[in-house]
């Protein structure tokens, strides 16, 4: 059974920094994609970064320059190092999975690019 589990959200003031964590279980996530996804409470879960089985990224505007993904296969963890954070990055924040062996050259940033998601974590930040 595949499980993806973040961990690292809290309450911090603006400006300051979270790396949030998803271990996966229960499948390898070396050669497929991982995507980190968000949803502020009363708007619709947008996309926040993806790392492609080759180490390639892709963010959303919004962060972009601000937060980082990465990846360690040999941990089956995916990571998002947030860096000088805004109140506007105030959401739930999940990890996604792409266990597929289908690949191509887009950039996976819609939530049907993935086919198995966390429970989130929370992340809020206070002006």
């Known amino acids: 059974q595949v499980q993806l589990a973040e961990s690292g959200g809290g309450l911090v003031q603006a400006g300051d920094s979270l790396r949030l964590s998803c271990a996966a279980s229960g499948r390898t996530i070396s050669g497929h994609a991982m995507g980190w996804f968000r949803q502020p409470t009363g708007k619709e879960r947008e996309f926040v970064a993806t790392?492609?089985?080759?180490?390639?990224?892709a963010y959303a505007d919004t962060v972009k320059g601000r937060f980082t993904i990465s990846r360690d296969n040999a941990k089956n963890t995916v990571y998002l190092q947030m860096n000088t954070l805004k109140p506007e990055d105030t959401a739930l924040y999940y990890c996604a999975a792409r266990f597929t062996r289908i690949r191509d050259s887009r950039n996976y940033n819609e939530d049907n690019d993935y086919n198995y998601w966390g429970q989130g974590t929370q992340v809020t930040v206070s002006s």
């Open positions: 790392i492609k089985w080759s180490g390639g990224t």
